[in-house]
């Protein structure tokens, strides 16, 4: 029951993180800004020209319905699980609005993931720390080359260190199929959008894609 009371409690709490993300953005960038160049502008003069505003959507009102069933299905499991795919709902919301992560609740995420490991899947402890080396390697090589090839990201940064934090839930092999079942799931939806509606997205969230393909391969697990 506590449980469930705190799956609302959480609910609030994200739909109204998710209401001042762009803010704290706005004044950490103002200040990284300001200390580089001494700008005229004020604070409330910056918020107001940056492209960065709060977006409102119905969609935050699911996580009232969402954490409550997460808490419902993972009951029986444990809590790290619970509470990395209540982020991870958060994390994908705040992606599809604002094709931006926050590193806070990916690096809690990290810190979860490694509490499932030592304490529920200690057993497992080499492999998964394998998977989280190989992970780390294979991801800073991809955005190496990226950046050398390309001379830009191929993948957004934030999604590179959701993958890294997630490392630890899975083996080596597993991650594989997390990071496959992802780019699947994402090309589908662009397929599909462009299906139905005739045109290109310019861009396209990863992490709710990411998230699914978590989810997923947490069920294949149980």
Not at 14 to 26: A, D, G, V, W
Not at 71 to 95: A, H, K
Request: net charge neutral; aromatic share 20%.
């Amino acid at each position: 029951m506590m449980l469930f009371l705190l799956s609302i409690l959480l609910a609030y709490w994200f739909q109204k993180e998710m209401q001042h993300f762009p803010i704290r953005i706005n004044q950490q960038t103002y200040q990284d800004y300001h200390l580089l160049v001494q700008s005229p502008l004020s604070l409330a003069d910056f918020i107001h020209k940056s492209t960065l505003q709060p977006k409102f959507t119905f969609l935050s009102y699911g996580f009232y319905i969402l954490f409550p069933v997460i808490v419902w299905i993972f009951y029986d499991i444990n809590l790290p699980l619970i509470f990395i795919l209540i982020c991870l709902i958060y994390l994908s919301l705040l992606d599809y609005l604002y094709y931006l992560t926050d590193i806070r609740y990916v690096s809690i995420i990290f810190v979860l993931a490694l509490w499932q490991l030592l304490f529920y899947h200690s057993i497992e402890l080499n492999s998964h720390i394998f998977s989280l080396f190989i992970t780390i390697l294979f991801f800073s090589l991809f955005s190496l080359l990226s950046q050398l090839i390309y001379k830009k990201e191929s993948l957004g940064l934030g999604d590179i260190l959701l993958f890294i934090a997630l490392s630890p839930l899975f083996t080596l092999e597993e991650m594989i199929l997390l990071l496959l079942y992802a780019s699947l799931f994402g090309l589908a939806f662009y397929a599909l959008y462009f299906l139905f509606t005739k045109q290109k997205l310019a861009r396209l969230p990863f992490i709710p894609f990411i998230s699914l393909s978590t989810f997923w391969g947490i069920i294949g697990k149980i």
